[in-house]
């Protein structure tokens, strides 16, 4: 099976590229700088593209087996500490994930046989912030500005399912992985001995393990039935103060010195609402469609996740 994947270059791309690739399959993974493109799983074949049309790899959808569309500029920022929300960094960020879905909808119309499946990722924070109730997949969207970008990253690719193309969408909460993202930025305080509670420490912090993820989308190319949209979510519903007295367990830590909220908001601005809001998200018609996690507590992610 041919899988193609968008923003396969970045940390969900090449943990779920090195998976298909060992279980056997043909695996694309399309690069703005394929020839920049480092430590990526031997075998992946890396495509250039444009992130905004089907130009140079259209002709690949041809038959494919799946596109994962995971392509959009960084939300957090690329470097260890967040970046501001700046306007223009806002409008690269709705704009990437547009552009990309265009770029796949592009691809799927010309393929004289389309692709199995499409896979578009999305996110939480499609959900208001709430930490009374519990988000399902049928929960109102949120009025914020990540609420009307993962709708539209979210519409980007909903035209491929007039061409009869079934399409999922997984919502995803906050990947853990030690290879990049948001835990190792969350871990540094605690590595040094001042770890502990972000703000009030009662916000809810929505996760999934890496593992997860990648065997998540696995199953959803791998079960026909299934389509929609899937919450990406760990079954244990954690606030950020849980969370981090896992964390502190786990790495031998302390876990009792705290982040002030307001050091967040006036250092990063609106970026800092990642961390310092949430809402409890539940995954639902995952559960109901046969998936199960492998780490459904953030104890045993986090064990996996270092080894300990």
């Keep these: 099976m041919r899988v193609i994947i968008t923003g396969g270059t970045g940390l969900i791309g090449a943990a779920l590229a090195a998976d298909f690739i060992k279980r056997g399959h043909e695996v694309i993974l399309l690069s703005r700088s394929p020839k920049a493109a480092e430590g990526l799983p031997a075998g992946a074949h890396v ?5 905004r049309s089907a130009s140079g790899w259209g002709h690949l959808a041809d038959g494919a087996g799946a596109i994962v569309n995971l392509a959009g500029e960084n939300i957090a920022g690329s470097t260890f500490l967040p970046e501001r929300w700046t306007d223009e960094r806002k409008k690269r960020i709705l704009e990437s994930r547009q552009n ?10 010309a393929a004289a046989i389309k692709p199995g499946v499409v896979i578009q990722m999305s996110g939480v924070d499609y959900y208001p912030v ?6 399902t997949e049928d929960s109102p969207a949120a009025d ?3 609420g009307k970008v993962v709708q ?5 690719t909903a035209p491929v399912e007039k061409m009869g193309v079934r399409r999922c969408v997984l919502r995803t909460a906050i990947v853990l992985s030690d290879k990049g993202g948001v835990l190792p930025r969350l871990a540094l305080p605690f590595k040094l001995f001042a770890g502990g509670p972000i703000g009030g420490g009662r916000q809810p912090l929505p996760w999934v393990a890496m593992d997860d993820v990648v065997s998540a989308i696995r199953f959803m190319i791998e079960n026909p039935q299934t389509g929609g949209v899937y919450n990406l ?8 103060a849980q969370f981090g007295r896992a964390l502190g367990k786990v790495l031998g830590r302390p876990s009792f010195v705290p982040a002030p909220g307001f050091a967040f908001r006036l250092a990063f601005g609106e970026v800092a609402q990642l961390l310092l809001e949430g809402r409890h998200v539940a995954p639902k018609r995952l559960l109901e469609a046969g998936f199960t996690f492998q780490y459904p507590t953030v104890e045993s992610a986090l064990r996996h996740i270092y080894g300990r």
């Design 152 to 156: 539209e990253w979210e519409a980007s």
């Design 100 to 109: 990309a879905g265009r770029a796949v909808v592009e691809a799927v119309e």
């Design 130 to 135: 709430d930490d009374r109730q519990t988000m």
């Design 144 to 146: 914020s500005f990540l």
């Design 47 to 51: 495509e250039g593209w444009d992130a």
């Design 233 to 240: 979510a760990a079954p244990e519903a954690v606030t950020n």
